[in-house]
């Protein structure tokens, strides 16, 4: 009787997280709940989309955490994302838009970077009123990612102090 009852309460246990706990609402808010939500040059639909959530899918199928590095190497324009579950039926995400505030230049252009050193884009032209980050890059910048910088070095520490205070500014 033991082994039967613990057996029935196994299998409710795997039926409702994947029978009941489907996703019906995917919704999409900035952190502080502000509404409309500021998403930046993505539409909701867009961000929605990149997601790949189908309706009817098990609720916790979804990784939070992969969905969420996902988001961001596809929509790089989005400086944070995090998911989170409102049960029964709804995941949401949270997006703060990513604003392009340096750039390091490249030798085929200019990578263009946030605040947080992710790349946005990389381009031929530099846009107007980016701050120039001055740091040796320890690979090729990826969109998406965020920038593997070090500091200068060299035999002048004086140029290397004067790179800091800029980079800091």
């Not at 952190?31 to 040059?41: E, F, K, R, Y």
Request: proline share 6%; hydrophobic share 40%.
């Amino acid at each position: 009787v033991l082994l039967i009852t613990l057996l029935l309460i196994l299998l409710a246990i795997v039926f409702s997280t994947d029978v009941i706990f489907k996703v019906e609402t995917l919704r999409i808010e900035n952190p502080d709940g502000s509404d409309p939500p500021n998403t930046g040059i993505y539409s909701q639909e867009d961000i929605a989309l990149a997601t790949e959530i189908t309706p009817g899918q098990a609720l916790f199928a979804v990784d939070g955490n992969k969905l969420e590095d996902k988001l961001l190497v596809a929509l790089p324009y989005l400086e944070e994302v995090e998911v989170k579950y409102s049960l029964p039926t709804t995941i949401v995400i949270q997006v703060t838009p990513a604003v392009e505030s340096l750039y390091i230049p490249l030798e085929e252009g200019y990578a263009i970077l946030s605040e947080t050193l992710r790349v946005l884009r990389i381009t031929d032209t530099l846009p107007d009123g980016l701050i120039e980050l001055q740091a040796t890059l320890g690979g090729e910048p990826q969109v998406g990612y965020s920038l593997d910088a070090t500091k200068v070095e060299g035999e002048d520490q004086e140029a290397n102090a004067e790179t800091e205070a800029q980079n800091q500014t």
